[in-house]
């Protein structure tokens, strides 16, 4: 298995800014505004992009983060707990589902069962830091930092150093 850095992390930045850029302009009216980031990884880039926006244009969305595990069809483990925490209403609010990878899109598709839940959304967009291609569902990325196109034999895997330690970076492997 070879691996190799295809994100530094001043690149991995430039993404979230353009990730935050994007949503703005597309909702230019931040009112109704929440980010709800898909752990583990998802959540983490949720919560940079809502610092972010709160830093630079002194706007406070709200955040949750969503635990995808119990929505999954392709996932045979058991759930023993939830770990997702939406402390609001989605009920007409703007929500931007936000992942780290989307690839066959089963993540966002579970996501947007789970969304479901906790009201009716007045949309659902999704953001994500890198695109790679593949999908199994008619599912695609509204907001995207980073299109990197990768063979099914690929794998990308980012770390964050508030997960893994380390610095930033997004990795590309090979089997």
Do not use: W
């Not at 230019?28 to 980031?37: E, H, K, R």
């Not at 709200?62 to 023993?80: A, H, I």
């Amino acid at each position: 298995m070879s691996t190799k850095i295809i994100l530094q992390e001043e690149e991995i930045r430039e993404c979230l800014d353009k990730l935050a850029a994007q949503i703005l302009e597309a909702n230019p009216s931040t009112s109704n505004l929440v980010l709800i980031g898909i752990l583990t990884r998802g959540a983490a880039i949720a919560e940079r992009i809502r610092d972010l926006i709160a830093k630079e244009h002194n706007i406070t969305v709200q955040l949750g983060v969503l635990d995808t595990r119990p929505y999954r069809d392709d996932l045979k483990t058991e759930v023993t707990q939830d770990l997702t925490d939406i402390p609001f209403s989605t009920t007409g609010k703007n929500v931007i589902l936000v992942d780290d990878v989307i690839s066959t899109g089963r993540t966002i598709r579970a996501a947007l069962d789970a969304i479901i839940e906790y009201g009716r959304p007045k949309s659902i967009r999704t953001a994500v830091l890198i695109d790679r291609g593949h999908r199994d569902y008619p599912i695609s990325a509204d907001y995207v930092g980073a299109n990197i196109p990768t063979s099914i034999t690929e794998e990308i895997r980012l770390r964050l150093t508030e997960i893994d330690g380390g610095k930033d970076r997004a990795e590309i492997m090979t089997t």
